[in-house]
């Protein structure tokens, strides 16, 4: 199945692209698609992740919300799913 993944303001520069469609495996996690984003886009997995969790100061959103409330790295993507990835908004 398709996935669209997008990259947000300083992920952006770091994946060189803003958006970048992947086919992952039917039933394919979120922990799953960050893995196979790894093989094209390692550098910008490695800003989000640390080991099996995302770094603090990182969002994923998928489908307009946030893995926080949803399953985290475990939930499951469908059919055109839309993730995106940035770095969370602090307010001073």
């Known amino acids: 199945m398709r996935v669209r993944v997008k990259f ?3 992920l952006f520069q770091a994946a060189g692209a803003l958006v970048v469609d992947l086919d992952v495996e039917d039933g394919a996690t ?3 698609l960050l893995e196979d984003l790894r093989r ?3 550098r910008v997995v490695d800003l989000v992740v640390n080991g099996d969790s995302v770094r603090m100061g990182l969002v ?3 489908n307009g919300r946030s893995i926080d409330f949803l399953e985290g790295l475990r939930t499951v ?3 055109g799913d839309e ?3 940035f770095p969370s908004l602090v307010l001073a």
């Open 77 to 79: 993507l469908r059919e």
């Open 8 to 10: 947000l303001a300083t």
């Open 83 to 85: 993730v995106a990835l």
């Open 40 to 42: 094209v886009k390692p």
């Open 30 to 32: 979120v922990g799953d």
């Open 60 to 62: 994923v959103v998928v």
